[in-house]
């Protein structure tokens, strides 16, 4: 579960902020797997498994001129 709350300014301003986060709940998930265990099959000997990332926090300032 992802959030992102923003101010946008009016259009004289030219200014917006946000803040972010990504993975609110810290839930481990794999982003991504790719069996190549058998090696009769044309695998290389292995899997490959990528892990999703962890919960993230961020904020955004923007200045438009």
């Known amino acids: ?7 946008l300014g009016n259009s004289s301003h030219h200014f917006s902020a946000a803040l972010w986060a990504k993975n ?25 498994v ?3 990332a962890p919960r993230m926090f961020g904020a955004e300032v923007t ?3």
């Open 1 to 7: 579960m992802n959030a992102r709350l923003a101010l």
């Open 24 to 48: 609110l709940t810290n839930r481990q998930y794999l982003a991504y797997g790719l069996a190549q265990r058998n090696p009769e099959d044309g695998g290389l000997g292995f899997d490959y």
């Open 50 to 52: 990528l892990v999703g």
């Open 63 to 65: 200045f438009r001129y």
